[in-house]
């Protein structure tokens, strides 16, 4: 398993997908080089990893903290989330539930099990496997070690726009 985490998100305007961007946790980028993975999600399902990366509060639960509320209120929490499949461009994952020393390990959408890892500052990976199969070589280049440019920014955004769900179909 590879540690992954969400480099960013793309929401989108119905009936076009948005995209969730996974990048692994690498300790130096290979010859300036990175892999990232995109993952096409409903509006909704964008719209929920918003407000966990926003870490955003409502007067009135979401349906995530619902779920988070009721976990902690039976003495569990999220221990973690492997995206361990792609078929196509769907993904599969698993939410790994901690209730004291047991582990419940759950089927889930991936957009729903990330947002719920979000919440609680759980680990994301992704099988090694997956990476491979469903991953895309981004080429960094940095003028300066602090940020990256508008120019860069601006072309990895046009990168990922240009994907499409049949880019994974082998």
Excluded: C
Aim: a negative charge; aromatic letters at 6%; proline letters at 7%.
């Amino acid at each position: 398993m590879i540690p992954v985490t969400i480099q960013t998100l793309i929401v989108s305007t119905s009936p076009s997908p948005s995209i969730v961007v996974l990048q692994p946790v690498e300790d130096a980028p290979q010859e300036g080089k990175s892999r990232i993975v995109p993952i096409w999600v409903g509006v909704n399902e964008a719209t929920q990893m918003g407000i966990a990366l926003e870490k955003a509060r409502f007067s009135r639960p979401m349906t995530h903290d619902l779920f988070l509320d009721a976990l902690t209120n039976l003495d569990a929490r999220v221990d973690h989330v492997v995206i361990n499949d792609v078929q196509g461009s769907t993904f599969f994952a698993r939410l790994t539930l901690r209730q004291h020393d047991r582990l419940i390990d759950l089927d889930a959408r991936p957009s729903d099990a990330m947002a719920l890892a979000v919440r609680q500052k759980a680990p994301i990976y992704i099988e090694e496997e997956v990476l491979e199969r469903a991953s895309f070589p981004y080429v960094l280049r940095r003028e300066e070690p602090s940020q990256a440019t508008e120019a860069e920014l601006s072309e990895f955004k046009k990168f990922l726009e240009e994907l499409a769900p049949e880019d994974f179909e082998e």
